[in-house]
């Protein structure tokens, strides 16, 4: 008697291979699930809004354009193709092209970084390096004295002013500054140390 081997489901597979953002996506894409799309929204808004505002949009305007993408994903849904873009990918590209627009409205300079890769998605190597860069920011700033951790997550993650942060913690202003100075100074040095040992 022969042993027979489990058969594989090829659509099962390829199914288990998919990022939680991509299931999300093919949700929302195939059966318009809003509970799926709220899962997308609460995982990219806060990235496209930090994203957005690296490039000097300010924290008003960035939730203004985040908006505006993720209500595009949920209307653009049915262009998604997961076999060309990753969901970051995509998103992302919205996101670029939207900022974009908004800038040349105001007739701002384009940052080069926006215009650097408008035409490609992001592939396997990018995602990778940017994956380890926020590893790296993430040890960086766990090595971070305490009170010095606690203004630079107040200030970069939870995107408060100098001034809601006094609120919130009673510090005087100029305390507050100085612990934010002091804690990039010491993420400056040692993300330049682990990018060297690299």
Known sequence: MTQESPSSDPAADALNALSQETLWMLAVRDTRDKAAFAALFDHFAPRLKGFIMRSGTG???????????????????????????????????????RQIDVIRKENRPVPEE?????????????????EQEACKLKTAIGRLKPDQREMIEKAYLGELTHQEIKSQTGLPLGTIKSRIRLGLEKLRHDLKDMRSDD
């Open 114 to 130: 926006l215009h650097a890769d408008q035409a490609t998605e992001p592939d396997a190597q990018q995602m990778l390096g940017l």
């Open 59 to 97: 924290s008003g305007q960035a939730e203004e354009i985040v908006q505006d993408v993720m209500l595009t994903v949920w209307r653009k849904s049915a262009m998604f193709d997961p076999q060309r873009a990753q969901v970051s990918g995509w998103i992302y590209q919205i996101a670029r092209n």
